[in-house]
């Protein structure tokens, strides 16, 4: 059920046209789990590396300056660690990841990413962070908006309670 949803997941991502896939790093130097969503975000629609650098700025591959607001969704990746720490938990980054969203951007999270939506202050309810690999515990998911195109196809197992029915 996991890899359906985090593969209709990053379908809806990439659905909504070009995504600005962040990465923190130079693109070589991710790590296997980083590397897999990269391949996949290539194979499902237009994608563009974007790399953090200091003062909450980014970059293309070529190094040259690169603007969020080029792209209807910014995507981080975070899998194969989950500390909260380097370049894209900076300050300044948070900042422009904030006002890219303020603005009108999609931020798409997806696993340790997820927590972020704390230091970005959008969610005060601290995540459940784990590390890589398989901790055998279960997790629950209630959508607010159980139409969006991120839910399709998904089989939901045991008691569904829809928060909205937006």
């Known amino acids: 059920a996991l890899v359906g949803f985090v593969l209709s997941s990053a379908a809806a991502i990439c659905a909504e046209g070009e995504v600005g896939f962040l990465v923190d790093r130079a693109l070589a ?3 296997p789990e980083g590397q897999a969503a990269w391949t996949l975000a290539g194979k499902l629609g ?28 910014g995507w981080y990746h975070q899998g194969d660690s989950s500390k909260q720490a380097g370049i894209i938990y900076e300050k300044a980054t948070l900042n422009a990841l904030r006002k890219y969203v303020e603005e009108g951007g999609g931020l798409a999270l997806t696993r ?14 601290m995540t459940r962070l784990g590390g890589p690999g398989n901790d055998g515990g279960f997790a629950g998911l209630v ?13 939901y197992a045991g008691r569904v309670v829809p928060v909205s029915n937006r």
């Open 112 to 125: 340790a990413a997820l927590a972020m939506v704390r230091s970005l202050r959008i969610e005060s309810v």
């Open 143 to 155: 959508p607010v908006l159980p139409k969006h195109p991120i839910f399709k196809d998904l089989k």
């Open 29 to 31: 130097k991710l790590g």
């Open 46 to 73: 237009q994608a563009t590396v974007v790399r953090s650098i200091a003062g909450g700025k980014f970059i293309g591959e070529d190094g040259k300056d690169i603007s969020l607001k080029q792209f209807p969704v």
